[in-house]
């Protein structure tokens, strides 16, 4: 038996002929012939030239994808391929570098919810007591503050107490009234809680989801598994937990929704020139280009300052308009018709692909 550093007279992925001596790659499949450990470093530039694709023609692609739009897929198309980057390793490097930057500068943390949504804490599965007592309550304390006739007779009687030089009587009055007061709170603190258990007989959760108010028919078992499942996953939960548990879910899966996308995008210019002759394939390079552009362009958006984002915008709409002439022709007219179509359409099936990740975070 060789030892694990040692060439092989054959490879040992193919079991191909290596010559003599042995060559360090395999003809037939090219791999290494060399059997060692690999070390820290060789897995990190398997890694970067892999995925990332940190590699010399990177830079020669960007420069293609950023100057020239679409000049990148008609070299594609035109079957100079090995001079730049794949189509899909250049998109799953774009969307790996935005989401990795998203994920380490906090830029998804700009997705947030409303002010109303933050403060509240409301259980979603589960039964809540009418908060209209507690409210009441405090809105009368702030009327006593404010100056009741108890309250503004006792201050003028202590204060004519304390005139008459009667520090005795004032002090004891005072007390007396401390002892009503309590004793009043105490029957209002009755009062609420019989209040607030006949709402909650009557009109359980009246002020959050609930998903026990959802009916399913006796032979509807996936409506009543749909109920269980989400009785169980969101029970003892507040609005502001459930909205965050959403909110990092759709950050988490935006990729997915993303790649969803790219069919989506080929199919719609593929019937917007179905006359051209392309092969569906070929629009599928074109989506792949044009969301890695995409991805780069939401990237520096979200560094620069806000004015020079808007400026970095402004440009990319204007390159998509300049690609969608250069790689499928055309008078400008109707590319400017087409492009105005896809601009209504492409938002209208991402909100369409959004929504069902989003469901599909909400169920699963």
Known sequence: MSDGHALDATCRNCDANLGEP??????????????????????????????VALEGKLWKTLWLLFVKPAELTREYRAGRKQRYISPLRLYITASFLFFL??????????ITFSAEDAKADKPLISVRVNADPASNSNAS?????????????????????????DIDKMVKGIVAEAAETAKQGAAAGEKAA??????????????????????CAADEKACQWLKDHLKAKYKGKTQTQVLGMLRDGAIANIP??????????????????INRGYYYGEHVVYALH??????????????????????????????????????F????????????????????MLTFVASFVLIFIAIV
């Open 101 to 110: 930057v998203v994920k380490v500068a906090g830029l998804g943390s700009a």
């Open 141 to 165: 304390t702030g009327k006593d503050k404010q100056g009741s006739p108890a309250t503004s007779n006792g201050a003028a009687k202590h204060e004519e107490d304390a005139a008459d030089g």
């Open 256 to 273: 997915y929704a993303m790649f969803m996308m790219l069919p989506l995008f080929a199919l719609l210019t593929k019937l917007l020139y």
């Open 194 to 215: 019989e209040v607030a258990s006949e709402n909650t007989a009557k009109s359980p959760n009246d002020d959050s989801i609930n998903v026990a108010d959802v009916d």
């Open 22 to 51: 042995p060559a360090n790659f395999c003809s037939a499949c090219g791999q290494d012939t060399l059997n060692h450990p690999p070390t820290f470093w060789e897995f990190v530039h398997e890694f970067i030239t892999h995925y």
């Open 329 to 348: 022709g055309g008078n400008w007219f109707l590319t400017f018709i087409r492009y105005g179509v896809i601009g209504i359409l492409y938002p209208i």
């Open 290 to 327: 044009i969301h890695a552009f995409t991805f780069f362009v939401m990237l520096m958006a979200a560094l620069l300052p806000s004015w020079l984002a808007v400026v970095v915008l402004v440009a990319a709409a204007i390159y998509y308009l300049v690609a969608l002439h250069r790689f």
